[in-house]
T-cell receptor
Framework: GAGVSQSPSNKVTEKGKDVELRCDPI?????LYWYRQSLGQGLEFLIY????????KSGLPSDRFSAERTGGSVSTLTIQRTQQEDSAVYLC?????????????FGPGTRLTVT | DAKTTQPNSMESNEEEPVHLPCNHS???????IHWYRQLPSQGPEYVIH???SNVNNRMASLAIAEDRKSSTLILHRATLRDAAVYYC????????????FGGGTRLMVKP
Protein backbone atom coordinates (compact mmCIF):
# COMPACT_ATOMS: atom_id res chain seq x y z
CA GLY A 1 0.00 0.00 0.00
CA ALA A 2 0.95 3.64 -0.14
CA GLY A 3 3.44 4.87 2.39
CA VAL A 4 3.86 8.28 3.99
CA SER A 5 4.29 10.99 1.39
CA GLN A 6 5.66 14.49 1.80
CA SER A 7 5.73 17.52 -0.42
CA PRO A 8 7.62 19.30 -1.70
CA SER A 9 10.69 17.10 -1.76
CA ASN A 10 12.93 20.16 -1.90
CA LYS A 11 12.24 23.77 -0.96
CA VAL A 12 14.59 26.71 -1.31
CA THR A 13 13.41 29.93 0.28
CA GLU A 14 14.78 33.31 1.19
CA LYS A 15 15.37 34.28 4.78
CA GLY A 16 12.28 35.89 6.25
CA LYS A 17 9.76 34.12 4.03
CA ASP A 18 7.12 31.69 5.31
CA VAL A 19 7.04 28.05 4.17
CA GLU A 20 4.49 25.25 4.38
CA LEU A 21 5.46 21.59 4.34
CA ARG A 22 2.86 18.89 3.77
CA CYS A 23 2.58 15.33 5.05
CA ASP A 24 0.12 12.65 3.92
CA PRO A 25 0.20 9.81 6.45
CA ILE A 26 -0.69 6.19 5.84
CA UNK A 27 -4.46 5.81 5.67
CA UNK A 28 -5.93 4.82 9.01
CA UNK A 29 -2.90 5.82 11.07
CA UNK A 30 -4.06 7.91 14.00
CA UNK A 31 -0.64 9.12 15.18
CA LEU A 32 1.46 11.60 13.19
CA TYR A 33 4.90 12.99 14.07
CA TRP A 34 7.17 15.69 12.69
CA TYR A 35 10.95 15.51 13.11
CA ARG A 36 13.82 17.43 11.59
CA GLN A 37 17.39 16.45 10.82
CA SER A 38 20.03 19.10 10.36
CA LEU A 39 23.07 18.30 8.23
CA GLY A 40 25.17 15.65 9.94
CA GLN A 41 22.95 15.64 13.02
CA GLY A 42 20.49 13.23 14.57
CA LEU A 43 16.73 13.43 14.32
CA GLU A 44 14.98 15.98 16.53
CA PHE A 45 11.33 15.62 17.52
CA LEU A 46 9.11 18.61 16.75
CA ILE A 47 5.41 17.85 17.27
CA TYR A 48 3.02 14.90 17.65
CA UNK A 49 -0.67 14.44 16.86
CA UNK A 50 -2.82 11.59 18.16
CA UNK A 51 -6.43 11.38 17.05
CA UNK A 52 -8.47 14.32 18.33
CA UNK A 53 -6.22 14.98 21.31
CA UNK A 54 -4.34 18.22 21.71
CA UNK A 55 -0.98 17.96 19.94
CA UNK A 56 2.26 17.57 21.86
CA LYS A 57 4.20 20.67 20.80
CA SER A 58 7.05 20.22 23.25
CA GLY A 59 9.68 19.87 20.54
CA LEU A 60 8.94 23.01 18.54
CA PRO A 61 12.08 25.20 18.68
CA SER A 62 10.30 28.56 18.57
CA ASP A 63 6.91 30.19 18.09
CA ARG A 64 7.73 30.61 14.41
CA PHE A 65 6.93 26.93 14.03
CA SER A 66 3.37 25.62 14.00
CA ALA A 67 1.55 22.60 12.66
CA GLU A 68 -1.98 21.48 12.11
CA ARG A 69 -3.65 18.26 11.17
CA THR A 70 -6.96 18.52 9.37
CA GLY A 71 -9.59 15.80 9.56
CA GLY A 72 -7.21 13.50 11.32
CA SER A 73 -5.26 12.95 8.13
CA VAL A 74 -3.07 15.43 6.25
CA SER A 75 -0.73 17.62 8.28
CA THR A 76 0.97 20.91 7.44
CA LEU A 77 4.07 22.23 9.19
CA THR A 78 4.44 25.99 8.84
CA ILE A 79 7.61 27.96 9.50
CA GLN A 80 7.19 31.71 9.61
CA ARG A 81 9.96 34.23 8.95
CA THR A 82 12.46 31.49 8.11
CA GLN A 83 16.02 31.73 9.36
CA GLN A 84 19.15 30.05 8.01
CA GLU A 85 19.28 27.76 11.04
CA ASP A 86 15.91 26.33 9.92
CA SER A 87 17.69 24.63 7.00
CA ALA A 88 17.24 20.89 7.51
CA VAL A 89 15.40 17.83 6.28
CA TYR A 90 11.89 17.78 7.77
CA LEU A 91 10.55 14.25 8.24
CA CYS A 92 7.01 13.13 8.88
CA UNK A 93 6.08 9.75 10.34
CA UNK A 94 2.79 8.03 11.06
CA UNK A 95 1.84 5.14 13.30
CA UNK A 96 -1.27 2.98 13.81
CA UNK A 97 -1.52 4.37 17.35
CA UNK A 98 0.44 5.85 20.20
CA UNK A 99 1.38 2.64 21.99
CA UNK A 100 5.08 2.27 22.51
CA UNK A 101 5.01 -1.13 20.82
CA UNK A 102 3.97 0.40 17.51
CA UNK A 103 6.46 1.20 14.78
CA UNK A 104 6.60 4.52 12.99
CA UNK A 105 6.64 4.79 9.22
CA PHE A 106 8.64 7.68 7.84
CA GLY A 107 8.20 9.68 4.69
CA PRO A 108 11.09 10.65 2.40
CA GLY A 109 11.36 14.11 3.92
CA THR A 110 11.39 17.68 2.66
CA ARG A 111 14.81 19.27 2.32
CA LEU A 112 14.49 22.94 3.28
CA THR A 113 17.24 25.36 2.37
CA VAL A 114 17.01 28.94 3.63
CA THR A 115 19.28 31.33 1.74
CA ASP B 1 14.49 8.47 29.54
CA ALA B 2 16.71 5.43 29.58
CA LYS B 3 19.67 5.96 27.28
CA THR B 4 21.35 3.63 24.81
CA THR B 5 25.01 3.30 23.89
CA GLN B 6 26.12 2.08 20.47
CA PRO B 7 29.48 1.98 18.68
CA ASN B 8 29.92 4.88 16.28
CA SER B 9 30.73 2.65 13.34
CA MET B 10 31.20 -0.96 12.25
CA GLU B 11 32.40 -2.70 9.12
CA SER B 12 31.22 -5.92 7.58
CA ASN B 13 31.89 -7.95 4.50
CA GLU B 14 29.10 -8.63 2.06
CA GLU B 15 27.28 -11.95 2.57
CA GLU B 16 28.55 -12.27 6.15
CA PRO B 17 26.46 -11.92 9.34
CA VAL B 18 26.59 -8.65 11.26
CA HIS B 19 25.99 -8.23 14.99
CA LEU B 20 25.19 -4.66 16.04
CA PRO B 21 25.35 -4.19 19.82
CA CYS B 22 23.39 -1.80 22.01
CA ASN B 23 23.82 -1.21 25.74
CA HIS B 24 20.89 0.05 27.78
CA SER B 25 21.83 -0.59 31.39
CA UNK B 26 19.15 1.75 32.82
CA UNK B 27 16.28 0.11 30.93
CA UNK B 28 13.05 -0.22 32.90
CA UNK B 29 10.85 -3.27 32.93
CA UNK B 30 8.27 -1.79 30.55
CA UNK B 31 10.63 -0.26 27.98
CA UNK B 32 10.39 -1.68 24.47
CA ILE B 33 13.63 -1.96 22.47
CA HIS B 34 13.21 -0.62 18.93
CA TRP B 35 15.67 -0.62 16.04
CA TYR B 36 15.47 1.70 13.07
CA ARG B 37 17.90 2.30 10.25
CA GLN B 38 18.48 5.23 7.94
CA LEU B 39 19.89 4.66 4.48
CA PRO B 40 21.70 7.56 2.81
CA SER B 41 19.35 10.38 1.79
CA GLN B 42 16.27 8.55 3.07
CA GLY B 43 13.98 8.73 6.09
CA PRO B 44 14.41 6.21 8.90
CA GLU B 45 13.02 2.74 8.38
CA TYR B 46 11.64 0.45 11.08
CA VAL B 47 13.64 -2.75 11.47
CA ILE B 48 12.43 -4.67 14.51
CA HIS B 49 11.39 -4.34 18.13
CA UNK B 50 11.04 -6.51 21.22
CA UNK B 51 10.37 -6.48 24.94
CA UNK B 52 11.88 -9.55 26.56
CA SER B 53 12.06 -12.44 24.10
CA ASN B 54 14.22 -12.70 21.02
CA VAL B 55 12.43 -11.67 17.85
CA ASN B 56 12.82 -12.57 14.19
CA ASN B 57 11.37 -10.95 11.10
CA ARG B 58 12.20 -10.87 7.41
CA MET B 59 14.76 -8.12 7.88
CA ALA B 60 16.68 -9.14 10.99
CA SER B 61 16.77 -10.83 14.36
CA LEU B 62 16.85 -9.15 17.75
CA ALA B 63 18.62 -10.89 20.60
CA ILE B 64 17.83 -9.48 24.04
CA ALA B 65 20.03 -10.29 27.02
CA GLU B 66 18.36 -12.07 29.92
CA ASP B 67 18.81 -9.03 32.19
CA ARG B 68 17.66 -6.76 29.29
CA LYS B 69 20.60 -4.44 29.80
CA SER B 70 21.85 -5.04 26.29
CA SER B 71 20.58 -6.23 22.94
CA THR B 72 22.02 -7.17 19.56
CA LEU B 73 20.59 -6.61 16.13
CA ILE B 74 21.59 -9.44 13.81
CA LEU B 75 21.66 -9.13 10.04
CA HIS B 76 22.13 -12.69 8.86
CA ARG B 77 23.74 -11.90 5.50
CA ALA B 78 24.80 -8.33 4.96
CA THR B 79 24.25 -6.83 1.53
CA LEU B 80 25.51 -3.54 0.15
CA ARG B 81 21.99 -2.21 0.59
CA ASP B 82 22.30 -2.72 4.36
CA ALA B 83 24.88 0.07 4.61
CA ALA B 84 23.09 2.59 6.84
CA VAL B 85 23.00 4.17 10.28
CA TYR B 86 21.33 1.83 12.75
CA TYR B 87 19.56 3.29 15.77
CA CYS B 88 18.69 1.46 18.98
CA UNK B 89 15.85 3.26 20.78
CA UNK B 90 14.00 2.58 24.03
CA UNK B 91 10.32 3.42 24.29
CA UNK B 92 8.71 3.40 27.69
CA UNK B 93 5.67 4.66 29.53
CA UNK B 94 7.22 7.99 30.43
CA UNK B 95 9.29 8.51 27.31
CA UNK B 96 6.63 10.48 25.50
CA UNK B 97 5.32 9.25 22.24
CA UNK B 98 8.15 10.37 20.01
CA UNK B 99 11.26 8.42 19.05
CA UNK B 100 14.45 9.77 20.62
CA PHE B 101 17.33 9.09 18.26
CA GLY B 102 20.92 8.92 19.50
CA GLY B 103 24.01 8.81 17.33
CA GLY B 104 23.47 5.28 16.08
CA THR B 105 26.00 2.94 14.46
CA ARG B 106 27.14 3.60 10.93
CA LEU B 107 27.44 0.21 9.22
CA MET B 108 29.74 -0.02 6.24
CA VAL B 109 29.50 -3.11 4.04
CA LYS B 110 32.47 -4.05 1.89
CA PRO B 111 31.98 -6.02 -1.32
Amino acid sequence: GAGVSQSPSNKVTEKGKDVELRCDPISGHTALYWYRQSLGQGLEFLIYFQGNSAPDKSGLPSDRFSAERTGGSVSTLTIQRTQQEDSAVYLCASSPGQARSYEQYFGPGTRLTVT
Amino acid sequence: DAKTTQPNSMESNEEEPVHLPCNHSTISGTDYIHWYRQLPSQGPEYVIHGLTSNVNNRMASLAIAEDRKSSTLILHRATLRDAAVYYCILRGHNAGNMLTFGGGTRLMVKP
